[in-house]
T-cell receptor, first 110, second 117 residues
Framework: KNEVEQSPQNLTAQEGEFITINCSYS?????LHWLQQHPGGGIVSLFM???GKKKHGRLIATINIQEKHSSLHITASHPRDSAVYIC????????????FGKGTHLIIQP | EAGVAQSPRYKIIEKRQSVAFWCNPI?????LYWYQQILGQGPKLLIQ????????DSQLPKDRFSAERLKGVDSTLKIQPAKLEDSAVYLC???????????????FGEGSWLTVV
């Protein structure tokens, strides 16, 4: 069974700071989702990646399949980035193929 | 492209009452999922449909939860009777493939927030 661990669980930072959220998993996977969940809103998929790095605006996601680790970075953070960030490993566990982390609650203060 | 639609967005009920949530997936998506997300935790799969058939309902508390997708399009999730611990966000998601793999993705709805008092 795949275990997906995220750190930190909670993160409060000042506007403009560089943010890093980490995700590690115990079993080999084919790819990994980074998801964003705003208070009162649903979940949006930010990235799905299986190797290397992807960038979208101020968001960067990296993954190292051998080390079973992925990171989500936010550059020049803004209060609107405040949300819960969830990583989900695509590993074949369960019928849906997804194993979710518990999420990182990020608050960016102005 | 329209996203996954869910209703109602918010519901407050007393324990032992019943509630139903509705989901309309993205057009053409054969696979539909219902997840339960308790505050502070990641989503937990309750049930997965492929068209109108159930693929996995192993984590669905069948004594009180039921779900159907009669025509293979929209779906309803019902809780009867509700307990305090059912307070959670109920997320519907859809995908064009049976299982999420590298190269395809899963789309989530806005969620239905349930508070049981």
């Amino acid at each position: 069974k795949n275990e997906v661990e995220q750190s930190p669980q909670n993160l409060t930072a000042q506007e403009g700071e560089f943010i890093t959220i980490n995700c590690s998993y115990s079993v080999g996977i084919s790819a990994l989702h980074w998801l964003q969940q705003h208070p009162g809103g649903g979940i949006v998929s930010l990235f799905m990646l299986s190797s290397g790095k992807k960038k979208h605006g101020r968001l960067i996601a990296t993954i190292n399949i051998q080390e079973k680790h992925s990171s989500l970075h936010i550059t020049a953070s803004h209060p609107r980035d405040s949300a819960v960030y969830i990583c989900a490993a695509i590993s074949g566990g369960g019928a849906d193929g997804l194993t979710f982390g518990k999420g990182t609650h990020l608050i960016i203060q102005p | 492209e329209a996203g996954v639609a869910q209703s109602p967005r918010y519901k407050i009920i007393e324990k032992r009452q019943s509630v139903a949530f509705w989901c309309n997936p993205i057009s053409g998506h054969a696979t539909l999922y219902w997840y339960q997300q308790i505050l502070g935790q990641g989503p937990k799969l309750l049930i997965q449909f492929q068209n109108n058939g159930v693929v996995d309902d192993s984590q669905l508390p069948k004594d009180r939860f039921s779900a159907e997708r009669l025509k293979g399009v929209d779906s309803t999730l019902k809780i009867q009777p509700a307990k305090l611990e059912d307070s959670a966000v109920y997320l519907c998601a859809s995908s064009s493939f049976l299982r999420v793999r590298s190269g395809n993705t899963i789309y989530f709805g806005e969620g239905s927030w349930l508070t049981v008092v």
